[in-house]
C-alpha cells in the first residue's frame, strides 16, 4: 500500500507564507515517494500543496467537496468528487496516514479536530503558539509542530515508523 499524506490549510484566506511553505512540503512529499491528498480545489493551501507535489513528480489526491470538477486544482490526479462538502473532511483525515494543517481556517479546523479525534499522527505550522498549546492537551495521539518543510517532513518520517 503507498502511502497517503495529507496537506490541510485555509483555501482563498491562505497567506503567501502559508502558501509557499505548502508548495515546498507538497515537493517534499513527492520527493519521498508518498502520494500527497488535499482538499482537491484550486485554492491557497491545497493549490499550492498539489502544484508542489506535482513539480516534484509526485501524485496527487483531490477530495472535492462539490458535485463536480469546476474548481479543481489543474495539478490533481486522481479527483474524488463527493458532493457532500464540508462533509469531505472527515475523509480527508480518515484516508491520511498522517495529516499536515499548514495555516488556520475553519475548515482547517475543523481537520486539526478530526485529526485528534481519530488519533490520526499531526503536525502543525503556520498555527498561533496559543492554539497550539490548547492543541496539545487535547491530543492522545502524535501532535508535533514543525517550523520549515523540512522538519514537517522529519516529524511525518517519525510517525510513520510508529
Known sequence: MRTLIG?????????A???ATAFA???????????LLTGGRAAGVMEAA???????????????????????STAVDIPIVTGVGYARNVINVLSSQVVIAC?????????????????????LMHIPPALQ???????TASLDIA???DAAIAQVQKALML
Open 147 to 149: 517550523e520549515t518543510p
Open 25 to 35: 512540503v507538497g515537493q517534499r512529499i513527492a520527493q519521498h515517494g508518498w502520494i
Open 7 to 15: 496537506v490541510m490549510g485555509p483555501g482563498e484566506k491562505a497567506t
Open 50 to 72: 498539489s502544484q508542489g507535489a506535482h513539480a516534484g513528480g509526485g501524485l496527487v489526491v483531490g477530495i472535492l467537496p462539490h458535485d463536480s470538477l469546476a474548481m479543481m
Open 103 to 123: 495555516g488556520l481556517g475553519a475548515g482547517t479546523l475543523s481537520e486539526i479536530a478530526l485529526a485528534i479525534k481519530l488519533r490520526k499522527p499531526l503536525v
Open 133 to 139: 498549546s490548547e492543541l496539545r492537551q487535547l491530543a
Open 17 to 19: 507564507a502559508e502558501r
